[in-house]
């Protein structure tokens, strides 16, 4: 064998290389059944034809409806991508805006007021009331699942936003008939809490009227608030966690009668830390969240108790009570505590947060508590006795209103009744409010004047036909009620027959500016007429205003300060801000004159025109009044422990029907008195003797043996008499 020009040898395979296997013709490609037989013949896959479009009509058709979808499709991507951009930049700057949670827990514009009754005890509440800081953990688990079971039952699931509850909402808001966003609102807790936080845009008492309004504002269901609140329900979800979110929200919910948060109503309602409450009590505050002015249970406590009844069936549903426990729950529903229930004191209140200082009333912005000078239980007796005689007095649908305020000598409110609806707060205080003349309950101040001045409780004074020229206005001539003259009568007469020639006759000896000045000095800041009428009540004075001053002939002569307030201090701190013990004032008239005005007026309860009001096991002392248009009746009086008013009329001026000061006004004062001292044992009242008192006269003015009856009867005879009489109860 010859070997190649290379030096190698041919392969032993005779396979020739690559490139020649390629470059040989077919023809000459050599024929190896085995090496052909071995190899599998190579698949071609084929390529599905197209399928034609159609042409034509059709085929336009076509085409116009795919240009139309990529154009849709087009748009659909790339304002999903644009909204997630917004959306995601609006949730990152809601997220850098959020605050601490610390911050957002508490965050009242106003404080509270908590209001103690003279025993200490917790009567009335004002402002905002915030309970302290709560959270899931420190509160009872009933609670808690009450308000998920109620409000959010995918609260731990969702992230922020239920788009089926919002959905579900818009359904039955729909199926209804209302608009898609009024009514349901399907907003998840955290849309709740973004509501209650206003979006983060916080009050601004130079933008807003009031804080009323700013909230009204923030509770505003509108399109575009609800799309805004989405990227702040989204921040809220990554800045804090869901007990965060339930923390804020339980502790800045309102939930009726002033409360804000949870603990606030649980020691409102029921007394009770949010941490004690039962599932039924628990049941019934998470039910206030839909509408808590209308569910308060201080307002209807048997719809409060069906609303609960509901949240205790969901409860029982979502698996947060066993059939047993919600059985339980629903046959003994919460009730209200005793200081809930009462709910008395609601004028009283009301006049404190009046006339206390605004920085700690009515604007404050810290939690304070008042002490005060309110007597419940002589409260209850007022309203009582004003209940019984317009119950069983005055006819049927009559819209005559009543006012009563009851005080200690020293000007201590103990009781005030602001009108008929006892239980109304921040309604008209008629006892304080209501500027009312006074008629003939303002005649004691003409007798204090002319007593002080060195006149006797028995000196003379003609009642009989007067005219008087009044510069502008002509003759004026007073009359007395009956229409009838009675000569010449004691000053204790004429008080206690409520004689008006009389009266006018001794203030215009004593002088009108006196008797303004001592009406004043014993508390009436009212404007004074200044005419001759000014002794027949023509002036008008408030109710409060009135008893205060008759507090001050009850104490000796003494001015009062009508005061409710006796310590104010602040939510933990132990040192009052301020205190007091008294509103005694400076001394109007002397001890002597005023015991001799007590007397007088005794004697108008006892033998006059206030003879309604006599008290059975003690001595009281009063006057009626009755205006000459009768659209206003009075009857303010006092024992020795205590002084009552009670002013009776319409609230539109219009005339009484039938009643006068000596009627009602005095059966009201009588069946209130009887109630505050059935367990008080009589007091006497600081009053003269007026047998000592009329032996005392100067010889001269009492001859002597005339007592005896040795002699006819003169003037000083008959007027001691007359006092000898009165004081048998013979006419």
Same mark, same amino acid.
């Given at each position: 064998m010859s070997s190649s020009g290379n030096g190698r040898r041919p392969s032993s395979s005779g396979r020739r290389l690559v490139a020649d296997r390629r470059g040989a013709p077919a023809s000459q490609a050599p024929r190896n059944s085995a090496t052909q037989s071995s190899q599998k013949p190579r698949r071609t896959r084929k390529r599905r034809a197209a399928r034609p479009r159609p042409t034509g009509l059709r085929g336009w058709i076509g085409a116009f409806f795919r240009f139309i979808w990529r154009i849709i499709w087009g748009l659909i991507w790339r304002s999903t991508a644009v909204v997630m951009l917004i959306l995601g930049a609006a949730t990152s700057y809601y997220y850098a805006q959020l605050p601490d949670l610390a911050a957002v827990v508490d965050a009242r514009h106003r404080g509270s007021v908590t209001m103690l009754d003279r025993d200490g005890t917790v009567f009335a509440w004002r402002g905002d009331q915030f309970g302290g800081a709560i959270d *899931? #953990?420190?509160?009872? *688990?009933?609670?808690? +699942?009450? =308000?998920? #079971?109620? !409000?959010?039952?995918r609260f731990y699931r969702h992230l922020g936003i239920s788009p089926r509850g919002i959905a579900s909402a818009i359904r039955i808001n729909l199926s209804e008939g209302r608009g898609p966003l009024s009514g349901h609102g399907g907003s998840t807790i955290t849309q709740q809490v973004a509501k209650l936080m206003c979006l983060g845009v916080p009050f601004d008492a130079t933008a807003w009227e009031n804080e009323a309004a700013y909230e009204q504002d923030c509770r505003r269901t509108t399109l575009w608030r609800k799309l805004q609140e989405v990227p702040f329900s989204l921040a809220m979800e990554f800045r804090y966690s869901k007990d965060e979110i339930l923390s804020i929200y339980m502790n800045r919910a309102f939930l009726g009668a002033g409360t804000r948060g949870f603990e606030a109503a649980a020691q409102r309602y029921f007394g009770v830390s949010a941490a004690a409450v039962s599932p039924q009590q628990a049941a019934m505050l998470a039910g206030l969240l839909v509408a808590p002015s209308y569910y308060a249970p201080t307002r209807n406590l048997e719809r409060a108790q069906r609303r609960a009844a509901t949240v205790l069936r969901l409860m029982e549903s979502q698996g947060y009570l066993s059939a047993t426990e919600a059985a339980i729950a629903q046959a003994e529903p919460a009730t209200l505590s005793n200081a809930a229930r009462q709910d008395r004191g609601g004028a009283f209140a009301d006049w404190i947060m009046s006339t206390g200082p605004d920085f700690l009333t009515r604007d404050t912005t810290e939690d304070v508590i008042i002490g005060t000078t309110f007597d419940p239980a002589m409260q209850a007796a007022a309203e009582a006795a004003l209940a019984n005689v317009f119950e069983n007095q005055v006819r049927e649908g009559s819209e005559a209103q009543a006012a009563i305020v009851v005080m200690s000598a020293d000007g201590a409110v103990r009781a005030m009744v602001g009108g008929r609806d006892t239980a109304g707060t921040g309604l008209f205080n008629r006892a304080s409010q209501a500027m009312r003349q006074t008629g003939s309950s303002f005649k004691p101040f003409v007798y204090a004047a002319a007593l002080d001045l060195g006149w006797r409780f028995d000196d003379l004074i003609l009642d009989g036909p007067l005219t008087i020229n009044i510069p502008g206005s002509g003759p004026w001539s007073p009359e007395n009620y009956t229409g009838e003259f009675y000569g010449e009568v004691t000053l204790t007469e004429a008080l206690e027959r409520s004689l008006n020639t009389a009266a006018v006759r001794l203030s215009e000896e004593v002088g009108r500016d006196l008797v303004r000045t001592v009406a004043a000095e014993f508390g009436i800041e009212s404007d004074l007429a200044a005419g001759p009428a000014l002794a027949l009540g023509a002036s008008e004075a408030t109710l409060i205003e009135m008893t205060g001053a008759y507090a001050g002939i009850l104490n000796g002569g003494s001015a009062v300060l009508p005061y409710g307030v006796q310590e104010l201090r602040l939510v933990g701190d132990a040192d009052p801000l301020f205190a007091q013990v008294s509103g005694i004032q400076e001394r109007v008239i002397s001890e002597n004159a005023a015991r001799q005005l007590t007397y007088m007026m005794s004697m108008a309860v006892t033998e006059g025109t206030g003879q309604r009001a006599r008290l059975r096991d003690r001595p009281v002392a009063g006057k009626t009044g009755t205006t000459n248009s009768q659209r206003d009746a009075w009857f303010i009086g006092f024992t020795g422990d205590? /002084?009552?008013?009670?002013?009776?009329?319409?609230?539109? +001026?219009? *005339?009484?029907?039938? /009643?006068?000061?000596?009627?009602? *006004?005095? !059966? =009201?004062?009588?069946?209130t008195m009887e109630r505050i001292h059935a367990d008080l044992p009589a007091s006497p009242l600081l009053t003269i003797d007026p047998v000592a008192e009329a032996l005392a006269r100067p010889q001269t003015i009492l001859p002597r043996g005339t007592l005896l009856g040795t002699a006819p009867q003169d003037e000083a005879e008959q007027i001691l008499m007359r006092v000898l009489n009165g004081l048998l109860g013979r006419n």
């Open positions: *899931p #953990a420190s509160v009872s *688990p009933h609670l808690v +699942n009450a =308000i998920v #079971a109620t !409000e959010d039952r205590y /002084v009552a008013g009670v002013w009776m009329g319409y609230d539109d +001026n219009s *005339p009484l029907t039938g /009643v006068t000061g000596g009627g009602l *006004p005095a !059966e =009201i004062w009588r069946q």
